[in-house]
């Protein structure tokens, strides 16, 4: 027979299709899990031991599963409300729910992928460790990218820190890698508007004239409008080395002043993949 429950992280109850449970001085274990929560179907083991530093232990797997999806899913670990009518009024830290501050658990989370209507990561893996209202997903890969995401759910809405590396993406006819430490905060559509992100990158083969580039970056939102600035930028083409700097102008395109020992150039281009950039020399 099927097992439904409803535990407190979770927005909806979570229906098991079939499991094997086994007791055991006084812990619990639910192999063979098949179920779902929500929009979001997973297989995967849980174990109870009580007298564990981290009682709860589980390994969960998903297909495909939506970001907006997963995030509804996860509301009430999430955000927490207060006051007249559910208006939160309250500054800084929470008092964390019961259930949340004395909620110690590690696992390991798979997905096929985690996807939104702008952008899918696919073969997402992480390690995690709950520890009341701080959460440390470690060793996350997903495709070309790995870094760890630290979350804190001791807010009125959940912070999440993260670092990582993008490797080898295909960029321009050639390959970038970029290393991040960011910074998000919120719930919902505006989450990624509160990003605060700063790192390097190195490309190679750009454009077929550019073999090398590596640089560092500053990225912001302001007024909500995205703010990119580059610098300490070290250009190599076939016939020159530059030095220099950029950023996005207001309409998005990028744009990157350099200087080499005997002239002067100019880049500017989309920052989409497939575009090219544009080589300007100043007129003599």
Same mark, same amino acid.
């Given at each position: 027979?099927?097992?439904?429950?409803?535990?407190? *992280?979770?927005?909806?109850?979570? !229906?098991?299709?079939?499991?094997?449970?086994?007791?055991?001085?006084?812990?619990?274990?639910?192999?063979?899990?098949?179920?779902?929560?929500?929009?979001?179907?997973?297989?995967?083991?849980?174990?109870?031991?009580?007298?564990?530093?981290?009682?709860?232990?589980?390994?969960?797997?998903?297909?495909?599963?939506?970001?907006?999806?997963?995030?509804? *899913?996860?509301?009430?670990?999430?955000?927490?409300?207060?006051?007249?009518?559910?208006?939160?009024?309250?500054?800084?830290?929470?008092?964390? $729910?019961?259930?949340?501050?004395?909620?110690?658990?590690?696992?390991?989370?798979?997905?096929?992928?985690? /996807?939104?209507?702008?952008?899918? !990561?696919?073969?997402?893996?992480?390690?995690?460790?709950?520890?009341?209202?701080?959460?440390?997903?470690?060793?996350?890969?997903?495709?070309?990218?790995?870094?760890?995401?630290?979350?804190?759910?001791?807010?009125?809405?959940?912070?999440?820190?993260?670092?990582?590396?993008?490797?080898?993406?295909?960029?321009?006819?050639?390959?970038?890698?970029?290393?991040?430490?960011?910074?998000?905060?919120?719930?919902?559509?505006?989450?990624?508007?509160?990003?605060?992100?700063?790192?390097?990158?190195?490309?190679?083969?750009?454009?077929?004239?550019?073999?090398?580039?590596?640089?560092?970056?500053?990225? *912001?939102?302001?007024?909500?409008?995205?703010?990119?600035?580059?610098?300490?930028?070290?250009? /190599?083409?076939?016939?020159?080395?530059?030095?220099?700097?950029?950023?996005?102008?207001?309409?998005?395109?990028?744009?990157?002043?350099?200087?080499?020992?005997?002239?002067?150039?100019? !880049?500017?281009? $989309?920052?989409?993949?497939?575009? $090219?950039?544009?080589?300007?020399?100043?007129?003599?």
């Amino acid at each position: 027979s099927k097992i439904e429950f409803a535990p407190p *992280a979770l927005a909806d109850i979570v !229906l098991l299709d079939s499991a094997q449970c086994h007791l055991e001085n006084g812990g619990i274990t639910v192999s063979k899990m098949h179920g779902h929560t929500g929009e979001i179907a997973f297989t995967g083991d849980y174990h109870y031991e009580p007298e564990g530093i981290h009682p709860h232990r589980f390994r969960i797997a998903a297909g495909p599963v939506n970001a907006t999806s997963l995030e509804a *899913a996860m509301l009430p670990t999430l955000r927490r409300r207060s006051g007249v009518l559910g208006v939160d009024l309250s500054f800084g830290k929470q008092n964390l $729910p019961e259930w949340l501050a004395n909620w110690y658990a590690d696992g390991q989370l798979q997905m096929a992928s985690l /996807q939104s209507d702008e952008w899918q !990561l696919t073969n997402v893996k992480a390690k995690m460790q709950w520890d009341a209202g701080r959460i440390a997903l470690t060793d996350v890969t997903a495709g070309n990218i790995a870094g760890r995401v630290n979350i804190d759910l001791r807010g009125r809405e959940p912070v999440y820190e993260i670092t990582g590396r993008l490797k080898n993406q295909e960029w321009k006819g050639g390959h970038i890698t970029v290393d991040t430490a960011a910074t998000v905060s919120g719930i919902g559509a505006n989450l990624l508007k509160t990003m605060e992100a700063t790192g390097g990158f190195s490309a190679s083969a750009i454009d077929d004239n550019l073999d090398h580039v590596t640089g560092k970056y500053d990225f *912001a939102w302001r007024a909500r409008i995205p703010r990119l600035s580059l610098t300490a930028i070290h250009l /190599q083409s076939a016939a020159e080395t530059y030095t220099g700097k950029g950023g996005l102008e207001r309409d998005g395109t990028l744009s990157i002043q350099l200087s080499s020992a005997t002239k002067q150039a100019r !880049l500017t281009g $989309p920052l989409t993949p497939e575009a $090219p950039l544009r080589w300007t020399l100043p007129s003599q």
